[in-house]
Protein backbone atom coordinates (compact mmCIF):
# COMPACT_ATOMS: atom_id res chain seq x y z
CA UNK A 1 0.00 0.00 0.00
CA UNK A 2 1.88 3.39 -0.96
CA UNK A 3 1.06 6.32 1.58
CA UNK A 4 2.66 9.44 1.41
CA UNK A 5 2.88 11.44 4.55
CA UNK A 6 2.98 15.32 4.78
CA UNK A 7 4.25 17.19 7.53
CA UNK A 8 5.76 20.62 8.81
CA UNK A 9 2.80 22.90 8.40
CA UNK A 10 2.56 25.66 10.55
CA UNK A 11 1.18 28.92 11.54
CA UNK A 12 4.46 31.95 10.92
CA UNK A 13 4.64 35.31 9.79
CA UNK A 14 5.51 36.84 7.06
CA UNK A 15 9.03 36.58 5.47
CA UNK A 16 9.12 33.38 7.68
CA UNK A 17 10.12 30.18 6.50
CA UNK A 18 8.90 26.21 7.09
CA UNK A 19 10.45 23.39 5.69
CA UNK A 20 7.51 20.77 4.52
CA UNK A 21 8.43 17.17 4.27
CA UNK A 22 6.70 14.16 2.56
CA UNK A 23 7.38 10.25 3.85
CA UNK A 24 6.54 8.25 1.18
CA UNK A 25 6.26 4.34 1.66
CA UNK A 26 4.97 1.40 -0.77
CA UNK A 27 6.84 2.63 -4.30
CA UNK A 28 9.79 3.09 -5.92
CA UNK A 29 10.52 6.27 -4.78
CA UNK A 30 13.22 6.70 -7.87
CA UNK A 31 10.67 6.05 -9.91
CA UNK A 32 8.47 9.08 -9.49
CA UNK A 33 8.11 12.65 -9.89
CA UNK A 34 7.56 14.52 -6.45
CA UNK A 35 5.48 17.04 -6.19
CA UNK A 36 3.48 20.10 -4.39
CA UNK A 37 0.59 20.96 -4.74
CA UNK A 38 -1.38 23.39 -2.78
CA UNK A 39 -5.12 24.64 -2.39
CA UNK A 40 -5.53 28.01 -1.24
CA UNK A 41 -8.72 29.32 0.44
CA UNK A 42 -11.56 29.18 -2.02
CA UNK A 43 -9.45 28.24 -4.94
CA UNK A 44 -8.88 24.97 -6.82
CA UNK A 45 -6.18 22.67 -6.13
CA UNK A 46 -2.70 24.30 -8.02
CA UNK A 47 1.16 22.91 -8.95
CA UNK A 48 3.50 24.90 -6.98
CA UNK A 49 7.03 22.09 -7.98
CA UNK A 50 8.22 19.07 -9.20
CA UNK A 51 11.69 17.21 -8.85
CA UNK A 52 12.06 14.53 -11.68
CA UNK A 53 15.11 13.08 -9.46
CA UNK A 54 18.74 12.97 -10.67
CA UNK A 55 19.75 14.82 -13.79
CA UNK A 56 16.89 16.60 -13.65
CA UNK A 57 16.26 20.17 -12.91
CA UNK A 58 13.19 21.18 -10.85
CA UNK A 59 10.03 23.23 -11.71
CA UNK A 60 8.25 25.81 -10.33
CA UNK A 61 4.96 27.90 -10.94
CA UNK A 62 5.89 31.92 -11.15
CA UNK A 63 5.00 32.95 -7.76
CA UNK A 64 7.54 30.92 -5.89
CA UNK A 65 10.21 31.08 -8.01
CA UNK A 66 13.08 32.49 -5.51
CA UNK A 67 11.52 31.49 -2.57
CA UNK A 68 10.47 28.02 -2.64
CA UNK A 69 12.95 24.94 -3.19
CA UNK A 70 11.87 21.28 -3.69
CA UNK A 71 14.55 18.41 -2.96
CA UNK A 72 14.37 14.78 -2.55
CA UNK A 73 16.60 12.25 -0.70
CA UNK A 74 15.77 9.25 -2.95
CA UNK A 75 18.11 6.84 0.30
CA UNK A 76 14.95 8.35 2.82
CA UNK A 77 12.26 8.14 0.09
CA UNK A 78 11.07 11.45 0.92
CA UNK A 79 10.46 14.61 -0.61
CA UNK A 80 10.84 18.02 0.98
CA UNK A 81 9.63 21.85 0.28
CA UNK A 82 11.59 24.92 1.61
CA UNK A 83 9.47 28.13 1.95
CA UNK A 84 11.28 31.22 2.44
CA UNK A 85 10.01 34.50 1.81
CA UNK A 86 6.51 33.72 3.26
CA UNK A 87 3.56 35.62 1.96
CA UNK A 88 0.14 35.48 2.97
CA UNK A 89 -1.24 34.34 0.07
CA UNK A 90 1.15 31.67 0.58
CA UNK A 91 -1.60 30.01 3.01
CA UNK A 92 -3.18 26.69 1.92
CA UNK A 93 -3.42 23.42 2.21
CA UNK A 94 -0.11 21.91 0.76
CA UNK A 95 0.09 18.46 -0.88
CA UNK A 96 2.62 16.36 -1.96
CA UNK A 97 2.22 13.95 -4.83
CA UNK A 98 3.74 11.32 -6.63
CA UNK A 99 3.64 10.72 -10.58
CA UNK A 100 5.21 7.82 -12.80
CA UNK A 101 8.32 9.81 -14.72
CA UNK A 102 7.20 10.70 -18.63
CA UNK A 103 8.63 12.95 -21.03
CA UNK A 104 5.21 14.62 -20.49
CA UNK A 105 4.75 17.78 -18.58
CA UNK A 106 4.23 17.05 -15.38
CA UNK A 107 2.58 19.80 -14.17
CA UNK A 108 -1.31 18.82 -14.33
CA UNK A 109 -2.67 16.96 -10.96
CA UNK A 110 -4.04 14.16 -13.21
CA UNK A 111 -0.59 13.27 -13.64
CA UNK A 112 0.05 11.92 -10.31
CA UNK A 113 -1.17 8.89 -8.75
CA UNK A 114 -1.06 9.54 -5.12
CA UNK A 115 -1.52 11.44 -3.11
CA UNK A 116 -1.27 12.68 1.05
CA UNK A 117 -3.62 13.80 3.21
CA UNK A 118 -2.34 17.97 2.89
CA UNK A 119 -0.77 20.16 5.40
CA UNK A 120 -1.86 23.35 6.18
CA UNK A 121 0.54 26.46 6.46
CA UNK A 122 -0.55 30.01 7.33
CA UNK A 123 1.18 32.86 6.75
CA UNK A 124 -0.38 35.63 9.37
CA UNK A 125 0.93 38.60 11.85
Known amino acids: QVQLVESGGALVQPGGSLRLSCATS????????MAWFRQRPGNTREFVAH????????YYRDSVKGRFTISRDDAKNTAYLQMNGLKPEDTAVYYC??????????????????WGQGTQVTVSS
Open 51 to 58: ARGTGYYP
Open 26 to 33: GLTFEDFV
Open 97 to 114: AAGKRTTASMIPSEKYEY
